[in-house]
């Protein structure tokens, strides 16, 4: 991880890092739901995959376009459909991953490789929907409730292999420990490292 290499560095958590001599806190945002706000796990048996989001690319090749490619011939071959939604509110998008028959958190090559921890892979667990990433850095939070595989076709199909009750309680697994990465710990990890 390139935080550990920083001389001196804190680490206060599998994904939480304090420079103390710049003053600088590396941590992911989480979800916007309290601990008590979390949703129950869901497991749907209907054919939709929305995913309330870009896809994009640029120049320098930082975007998700190739993956989110990958991420829909996986799911075509499982017979399940994609459907991106862009721009609605915070409650239309829990609506939809929590209608979802997975909700991936699929992330660009650039994104994996410095192990870019996105938001929506916490607010989706917090959802009530199971976390599926192709970002290894998550394994290191989320342990034995990680879905393993090494290309996203077999996340995929280790995601969609799970029975109902296996499935839910990984979600619940997951979510006991995203409790720790929701915005009000963001927040008091920041008046933290503002007091040291």
Known sequence: NTFENIENI????????FDAKTKTLYQP??????????KKPVFNKNSFVFWVGSIWNDSSNHGNLETINDLK??????HLN???IRFVPDFINRFLIRISRIAPAIAGK????????????FKNISYGQLGITNIKKFK????SSYVEGETIGEI????????????TNKIKDQQEIIKKYTYKESFENIFKAFNK
């Open 110 to 121: 650039y994104q994996v490789g410095v192990d870019y921890l996105p938001c929506r892979m």
């Open 82 to 84: 994609f459907i991106q």
């Open 140 to 143: 290191d939070i989320l342990g």
């Open 73 to 78: 011939i996986a799911l075509k071959e499982n």
């Open 29 to 38: 945002w989480g979800t916007d739901l309290l601990a008590e706000e979390f």
């Open 10 to 17: 804190e680490k206060w958590g599998p994904a939480t890092y």
């Open 156 to 167: 995929i199909k280790n995601a969609l292999s799970l029975s109902k009750e296996e499935y």
